[in-house]
């Protein structure tokens, strides 16, 4: 059977082979957590983006796009909360030197528990078979019970710990629980340090911490101090939102996984300001809108699923995130935050500029509530990507390797393939590539046999293969092969675009939403 971290590999290989993703300045060795997007990536990236923007903006009428720089006032980030409360808790192996999250040594310790937990379970389910009740076993089976007090205990003290920033009682309790270094064994720890994410660099000639400024740890603070502005230039009323796309800085420690964690990523942010007091009607409509959204793309419903935050941020009256299932198992996509007028509230009082709207039908001015959704565009291509990728059993035997990603994102919409490298057919076949060109990113392809060059379309998932034959020139007609079905049929060239359009065009898509 295929572990995750097969199919990760299997991912990150296809990826590199066929220029959609490369490790970054990999001639020098890398960079670790830094990629590059290759020619199919970017395209791949861009229909995402396109996707995302024309639901927020297209969409809603009441939803506009900005495009804020990435520098801003260094005064941003200590309203926001980030210079003093973004950081990791971290430690350090004196013997390896290598360096951990002390939160997520403790997460790992927990995960280890539920997995004695689980072969507890799969063992009593093959001896009582139909007759087994887990509920029953778990409040019965002593094995069970003292490996769920465990966990119990040890999430209540990490939690207390980190609301505490308790850095002692942090490191007390990975010494209690004899926690060792992963990759080496050794308990030999150092205390644990808090570690702030953000990126410092210098501004121009300035020297020293006047000239300090941030790589932003995340867009959504363009919008904030935007909110004014938009508002009064746009002339609008309240519900509205405003839409970014744009990087995103931090200096994440465990950056792993490929791009699903990075240190340079790009997010798809929207806050939707609102009149305080309807932000849970909101918080709802925006849970149900951004799942269908992803479930548009025909994923499968199964592949996602929401995880409510419990435990929320003391600004924040309700959270969640979408998981999607990535080849490493459910992680976070996405996240939707109630996020009050906590952050509006704090750029009024740093500074000392109001930053309110006034609604003209009750004369009143007031700071809005604002219900943000954001997504990672690196972890949605992950999603596109891993989901898509198939390794496929055909009729007579044989495999092929295809990428089954929804059309509207395919990086290339058709492939033009004259059949031979002779007899007038490429030029034939260039007289298609200039009658959908403007319209379709499409390659044209006269090398190998056919059935490698279809191989390699299905390999970059492109929905349509056009080939054209001798016949072509006698009748102006061509084959045309789908990439799923792999079903062949005859066409007028001049029917060519209405089919490709049908297929590959945005708006079905927005349409499903
Ligand atoms: N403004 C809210 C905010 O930034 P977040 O949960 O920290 O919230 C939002 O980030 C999304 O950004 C995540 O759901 C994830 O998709 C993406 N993201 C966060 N850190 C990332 C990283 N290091 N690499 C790639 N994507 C990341």
């Known amino acids: 059977m295929q572990t995750q971290e097969d199919k990760l590999k299997k991912v990150i290989s296809h990826a590199k082979e066929y220029g959609f993703v490369f490790p970054s300045s990999e001639i020098y060795d890398g960079l670790s957590a830094a990629y ?64 951990y999250r002390a939160d997520v040594l403790l997460e790992d310790y927990i995960k280890k528990q539920e997995e004695k937990i689980k072969k507890e379970i799969d063992k009593a389910k093959g001896k009582f078979g139909d007759s087994f009740e887990e509920e029953k076993f778990r409040a019965t089976n002593p094995n069970v019970l003292r490996s769920q007090e465990k966990i119990n205990a040890v999430e209540d003290r990490m939690k207390a710990a980190l609301e505490a920033s308790d850095l002692v009682a942090l490191k007390a309790l990975i010494e209690e629980l004899e926690i060792a270094d992963p990759e080496t064994g050794s308990r030999n720890w150092t205390d644990v340090r808090q570690f702030n994410l953000m990126f410092k660099t210098e501004l121009g000639a300035v020297s020293g911490d006047a000239g300090i400024i941030y790589l932003r740890p995340e867009t959504a603070q363009g919008i904030f101090v935007n909110f004014l502005n938009v508002q009064k230039s746009g002339r609008m009323k309240l519900p509205f939102g405003i839409a970014q796309i744009g990087k995103a800085f931090r200096n994440e420690i465990i950056a792993r996984q490929f791009i699903f964690r990075m240190r340079e990523f790009e997010q798809m942010e929207m806050q939707f300001f609102v009149k305080p007091g309807t932000e849970m009607e909101w918080y709802a409509y925006w849970k149900e809108a951004r799942m269908k959204w992803h479930q548009a793309l ?216």
């Open 36 to 99: 590059d997007y290759g020619q199919l990536g970017s395209e791949l990236k861009n229909n995402i983006k396109q996707y995302w923007w024309s639901a927020m903006t297209r969409m809603h009428q009441n939803i506009v796009g900005i495009d804020a720089s990435i520098f801003m006032h260094p005064t941003t980030w200590k309203a926001s909360g980030h210079v003093d409360a973004f950081n990791d808790p971290l430690i350090d192996n004196k013997d390896s030197k290598k360096r």
């Open 298 to 513: 025909g994923i499968g419903e199964d592949h996602y699923k929401f995880h409510d935050h419990l435990k929320l941020a003391h600004y924040a009256n309700g959270a969640c995130d979408i998981e999607f299932n990535f080849p490493m198992g459910f992680k976070e996509l996405e996240g939707i935050h109630s996020r009050t007028d906590f952050d509006l509230k704090s750029h009024e009082e740093f500074s000392g500029k109001k930053l309110r709207y006034f609604d003209p039908e009750t004369n009143e001015s007031f700071i809005p509530y604002v219900v943000e959704t954001s997504v990672g565009l690196d972890r949605m291509f992950l999603a596109v990507l891993s989901s898509a990728l198939e390794e496929e059993k055909l009729e007579d035997g044989s495999e092929r390797t295809v990428l089954r990603s929804h059309p509207a994102l395919a990086p290339v919409k058709v492939a033009v393939l004259p059949l031979v490298k002779k007899d007038g057919l490429p030029e034939k076949a260039k007289e298609i590539v200039d009658l959908l060109k403007h319209d379709f990113n499409l390659q044209f392809d006269d090398k190998d046999a056919i059935g490698r060059r279809y191989r390699r379309q299905d390999a970059i998932g492109t929905p349509y293969c056009i080939t054209i034959d001798n016949e072509t020139l006698l009748d102006n007609m061509v084959t045309i092969r789908e990439r799923d079905s792999m079903q062949q049929e005859r066409v007028a060239i001049q029917d060519l675009h209405g089919i490709i359009e049908k297929k590959v065009s945005l708006r079905h898509l927005l349409q499903a939403n």
